[in-house]
Each structure stands twice: as C-alpha cells, then as structure tokens.
C-alpha cells in the first residue's frame, strides 16, 4: 500500500530531551515535507525537501532540523524540545512536479506534548 | 503571501442534504488546488486534486470545481451521510510547489 509512515504517533516528553520523529514514503516520491497543527493556526509548514540532501526552510523552522540522506525518509529532529512545540506533526510527501498525479500524501500524524 | 480562507468555518446539516463548501484564495498562479478531510485528531486524507488548467474534478458523490481566474474553489457533497461528518480542508499550491498554504477547514456535521 502506497503510504506515509510516521512514528512515533504519540510522544510526551521533557523540556530539552532530544527526539527524533522519523517520516517514510515508499512511493519513490522526491519532494517530503513536515507541518504542524495547532488550534487556531492551522497547518503550517516547518522544512521541506525538494530531494535528496536537499533541505529548505518552511515558515515556521526555528528548534526544528532536518535531513534527507535518502529518498525515501525525512526525520524530523528536536535538538532541545521547549512546550510551545507542542502540537500535531504531519509527514507529506509528493511526486516531482510536472508528472501525472502529483497532489500531496499525509502521513498519519505525531501528537507530540513538551513538558 | 497566499492566503486561504474556508468559509462557512461550521455547518450542520440533516443526513441526505446536497451541500456546498467554500475555499478562495488571494494568489491566483497557483499550480493546483486539493481537498483533504481530517477526522478528529487524525491525518488528512486527500480526496480531490484539481490541477490550474482544470474546471472540477469528481469523486463518487463528491465534486470540486475550480475558477483560478476569480480565485475560487467548491466542494459540492451530495446526498450527505453521517459518515461524511469530518473538517474539510482546502489546500493551494503555489507555482514553485514548495509548500501548501492550507485554509482553517470547515467542520461539518451530518445529524442522523
């Protein structure tokens, strides 16, 4: 099944304790994208990945990393958690511009809660 | 920027109602247009992806029509079921295809 698969789907942590949040398509997809969602907010983007080692940032990027050493994965990373990154974390992904098809798959989705 | 604006923001309806959601957006070079659903606390799942040089797109009792000219976008449910109740999601994407700006959703509820 073509899918995007994130995990954890549920994190609590502390305040400062690194974490990973590891995204993966298997559908040969070369642009991958990370979002938050919070109440009032809505869907904003974090980093985005046009492909392999190439990163940029989205609009909301500060105390997040990324990286992209293959295709098919695109780790979110928090060096030093703070509670206002709270929220819930989507995964997306989507073939390159131009070819049949090419909207957008969601991942599943990480509620993840700083304490 | 981009902004994406959802309206109505909440709508209830009887089950078996036609119904109309609404999307424009500010930015008219966008390269397509894509309605995801999203139950409570879940992802999104993708239900139609309308492309700049197309006029709608069909799914089942679901139609979504496109009007990139006066920066306009539909989601026409027929014959609504409860199962349909979900926040309904519009999404554009720009001509560089580096993001999606998304609008607030509107949250629909279908009564039995």
């Known amino acids: 099944e073509a899918q995007v698969t994130q995990n954890p789907r549920y994190l609590i942590t502390v305040t400062g304790k690194k974490l990973t949040v590891t995204c993966s398509q298997n559908?040969?997809?070369?642009?991958m994208s990370w979002y938050r969602q919070d109440p009032g907010l809505g869907l904003r983007q974090i980093y985005y990945s046009m492909n392999v080692e190439v990163t940029d940032k989205g609009d909301v990027p500060e105390g997040y990393k990324v990286s992209r050493k293959e295709k098919r994965n695109f780790p979110l990373i928090l060096e030093s958690p703070s509670p206002n990154q709270t929220s819930l974390y989507f995964c997306?992904?989507?073939?390159?511009?131009?070819?049949?098809?090419?909207?957008?798959?969601f991942g599943s989705g990480t509620r993840l809660t700083v304490v | 920027k981009q902004e994406v604006t959802q309206i109505p923001a909440a709508l209830s309806v009887p089950e078996g109602e036609n119904l109309v959601l609404n999307c424009s957006f500010t930015?008219?070079?966008?390269?397509?247009l894509q309605w995801f659903r999203q139950d409570p606390g879940k992802g999104l799942t993708s239900l139609l992806l309308i492309q700049s040089s197309q006029r709608e797109q069909t799914s089942g009792r679901l139609n979504a029509s496109l009007d990139k000219s006066s920066g306009r976008s539909t989601l026409y449910i027929a014959a609504s079921q409860p199962g349909d109740s979900a926040t309904y999601l519009c999404?554009?994407?720009?001509?560089?295809?580096?993001?999606?700006?998304f609008g607030s959703g509107t949250r629909l509820q279908v009564q039995p």
């Open positions: 999404a554009v994407s720009g001509a560089g295809r580096r993001a999606l700006t």
């Open positions: 930015d008219s070079a966008i390269y397509n």
């Open positions: 997306a992904s989507r073939r390159r511009t131009g070819e049949t098809g090419s909207g957008y798959t």
């Open positions: 559908m040969n997809h070369e642009y």
